[in-house]
């Protein structure tokens, strides 16, 4: 089954195809949720949240040949240097 690479943010996954177009579906009416800390009228701690449309959509798929899917998956996890 063919792979595609995600890539969301500073991270990469590699789902089957299927998944991937469930996923960008999912994305692209997705809102975006952000906190904010800062100071309240009384100058105590407080965070506020907000939800509102995305105004532009930051990932990335791409398709993974097999024979690379399989290579990379008998690679394993890279070893920190």
Do not use: C, F
């Not at 996954?13 to 994305?27: F, R």
């Not at 949720?33 to 100058?43: A, I, N, P, S, W």
């Not at 990335?60 to 008998?74: F, Q």
């Amino acid at each position: 089954m063919s792979k595609v690479v995600i890539d969301i943010g500073y991270r990469k996954y590699i789902v089957n195809a299927d998944d991937a177009i469930k996923i960008s579906t999912m994305l692209s009416t997705a809102e975006v949720y952000e906190t904010k800390y800062g100071k309240d009228e009384k100058g105590e701690g407080a965070t506020s949240h907000y939800v509102y449309p995305q105004e532009d959509m930051r990932w990335h798929m791409e398709l993974m040949p097999d024979n690379v899917y399989r290579m990379a998956k008998l690679a394993g996890k890279p070893k920190q240097d």
